[in-house]
């Protein structure tokens, strides 16, 4: 992982980190690994593609009823492209 980390570019991360709280609202869940498979240096944009896991909780339980924690560990892909630090679209899918 440190090779991966070394050889990714600066911008590649920061856009990472920008799309990190997106990808988590989306997947529905926090997200626990991420993992960049691929990505794509524009002029003015850039676009990553990769895996996440996030773990998914079981919502509020319904008034009078005892809470259970349970956590599913659910695998998604995501593309997020972002442009001058902001995030233009992000899109995560189940991974099949």
């Known amino acids: 992982m440190a090779t991966a ?7 590649v991360n920061a856009a990472v980190d920008l799309c990190r709280p997106i990808l988590a609202r989306k997947a529905g869940g926090e997200i626990s ?8 240096l524009g002029r003015k944009d850039i676009a990553i593609n990769g895996r996440l896991i996030a773990f998914l909780g079981m919502g509020p339980p319904p008034p009078g ?3 259970a924690h349970h956590l599913i560990r659910a695998q998604f892909t995501y593309r997020c ?5 902001r ?3 992000a899109s995560v899918a189940p991974l099949q």
Do not use: G, L, Y
């Open 81 to 85: 492209t972002v442009r001058r630090a």
């Open 5 to 11: 980390a070394a050889t990714t570019p600066p911008a």
């Open 33 to 40: 690994a991420i993992e960049v498979t691929s990505f794509h």
């Open 87 to 89: 995030v233009r679209s």
């Open 65 to 67: 009823s005892a809470s």
